[in-house]
C-alpha cells in the first residue's frame, strides 16, 4: 500500500473533449428535463488535471487557461467530495477519512461550448482522487458516483465513442471510427466568444425553437447502430451532410447566441463543407479525414477572420483549433471495460448546464 501523505508526485489526468455527431431531443419528462439521444465521440483536445495529496486543510482547486466559472469549480469538488464519501470507509486508511486534495487544473477546452469540459474534468477528479488516495471503486459503484455528480459524467469514465440517452446517464460504448495505420480522422472547431448555457438552450426549445420533429432522432438511431460495429475514417466523412443536420438544439442555440446561423453559413461558404453543432452549442465543427486537412482548414478560418470576411458572435475572438477524433475501441472488453450503463438501475440524476 502507498501512504498517500508519502506520495512523490501529483496525479495527473486529461480530461477530454466530447463531440455529439447527432444530438435527438426525444421528449420532455415528466421531471421538466429532457430525454436525449446522441452518439458521441472523445477528442485529443484535453484538459490538465493534476492532483495532490495536501497534509492538513480543506480540499483546494487553481485553475488556469479558460476561466470555468462557479459551476465548473463546484463539480470538480463535488467528484472530489462525492468519491472522498464512496471510499471512507474501504481505502487503506480507513476509519480516517482520506486526506485533503490540491487540485490544479488546466482549462484548455472552452467553456459552456458544447464540448463537455466541466463534465470530463469532474471524471477525471474521480479517477485521479482514487489512485491518489490508493483507494479502489468496483467499475459499477464507479460509475454510479460518476452519474450522481452530474449526468454527462459517466461518458467520460466510458473513455471512446458512445451512445448516451437518458439526460445523458445512460451510455452504450459503441466501436467508434476504425482507423488504419497512418490515419487520424479529425475535426475543425471554432467556439465563438459567447457561452451558450445547456438551461438557455433547453428553455428555447420548449419554447417553440426546435427542428422538424422525429427528424435528428431517426438519423441518430440509424447512425448508432452503423456506429456500433465501427466505421472507417472514409465512411463517417462520407456522412457529413447527414450528422451536421441531425442536432435538434441548433435553432434553439441560433436564438440564444445571435450570429451564430451567419457564422455556420460562412463557414460552410468558406469550406464547401457540412457544418455541425455539437452539443447545445455554439461550437460548430467540420469533419475532415486527416488532422492535416483540419489544421488547414483552422489556417483558413483564422485567416477569414482576420480579414473579416467571415464574422463570429460575441465580444472576443472565436477559439478555433484542429482536433483528432479518438479511433474506436471495441466495446466487449470483457472485466476490464465499462458496463453497459444503459441496462443498470441508477438513482434520480441532478442535470447540470456543462454539455
Known amino acids: ?38 452518439v458521441v465521440v472523445l477528442l485529443d483536445l484535453a484538459d490538465r488535471l493534476s492532483l495532490a495529496v495536501r497534509a492538513s486543510g480543506e480540499d483546494s482547486i487553481h485553475s488556469t487557461g479558460f476561466a470555468m466559472g462557479s459551476a465548473g469549480v463546484n463539480l470538480v469538488h463535488a467528484a472530489v467530495v462525492a468519491t472522498r464519501d464512496a471510499v471512507a470507509a474501504t481505502w487503506p486508511g ?8 490540491a487540485a ?12 463537455g469540459g466541466g463534465s470530463s474534468d469532474a471524471a477525471a477528479a474521480i479517477d485521479g482522487a482514487l489512485e491518489a488516495w490508493d483507494a479502489e471503486l468496483p467499475p459499477a459503484a464507479r460509475y454510479g ?22 439526460r445523458g446517464e445512460r451510455v452504450t460504448p459503441l466501436h467508434g471510427v476504425r482507423c488504419a495505420d497512418g490515419e487520424e480522422p479529425a475535426v475543425l472547431l471554432v467556439t465563438p466568444a459567447v457561452a451558450a448555457h445547456t438551461g438557455a438552450v433547453f428553455e428555447a426549445w420548449s419554447g ?47 436564438a440564444v447566441v445571435p450570429g451564430l446561423v451567419q457564422l455556420r453559413r460562412g463557414l460552410a461558404r468558406l469550406l464547401a463543407r457540412p457544418i455541425g453543432l455539437t452539443g447545445s452549442g455554439p461550437t460548430l465543427w467540420c469533419l475532415y479525414p486527416s488532422r492535416g486537412e483540419a489544421e488547414a482548414a483552422a489556417a483558413a478560418v483564422t485567416a477569414a477572420l482576420d480579414a473579416a470576411s467571415i464574422s463570429a458572435p460575441g465580444d472576443g475572438r472565436p477559439f478555433v483549433a484542429a482536433a483528432t477524433i479518438r479511433a474506436g475501441e471495441r466495446p466487449d472488453r470483457g472485466g476490464d471495460g465499462p458496463p453497459n450503463l444503459a441496462t443498470q438501475d441508477r438513482p434520480a440524476i441532478p442535470e447540470r448546464s456543462v454539455r
Open 104 to 115: 490544479r487544473l488546466e482549462k484548455r477546452i472552452p467553456v459552456a461550448a458544447g464540448l
Open 145 to 166: 458516483l460518476a452519474a450522481e455528480v452530474g449526468s454527462d459524467v459517466p461518458l467520460f469514465l466510458a473513455g471512446g465513442a458512445a451512445l448516451i440517452e437518458g
Open 94 to 101: 480507513a476509519p480516517a477519512p482520506p486526506p485533503p486534495l
Open 208 to 254: 417553440g425553437a426546435m427542428s422538424e420533429p422525429g427528424v435528428a432522432r431517426r438519423t441518430s438511431e440509424h447512425f448508432a447502430s452503423e456506429f456500433g460495429s465501427g466505421l472507417a475514417v472514409r465512411q463517417l466523412v462520407e456522412r457529413a451532410a447527414v450528422l451536421a443536420a441531425a442536432n435538434d438544439l441548433l435553432p434553439a442555440a441560433a
Open 1 to 38: 500500500m502507498t501512504d498517500p501523505a508519502r506520495r512523490l508526485a501529483p496525479v495527473v489526468r486529461l480530461a477530454p473533449a466530447k463531440l455529439n455527431l447527432t444530438l435527438a431531443v426525444v421528449g420532455r419528462r415528466a421531471d421538466g428535463f429532457h430525454n436525449l439521444h446522441s
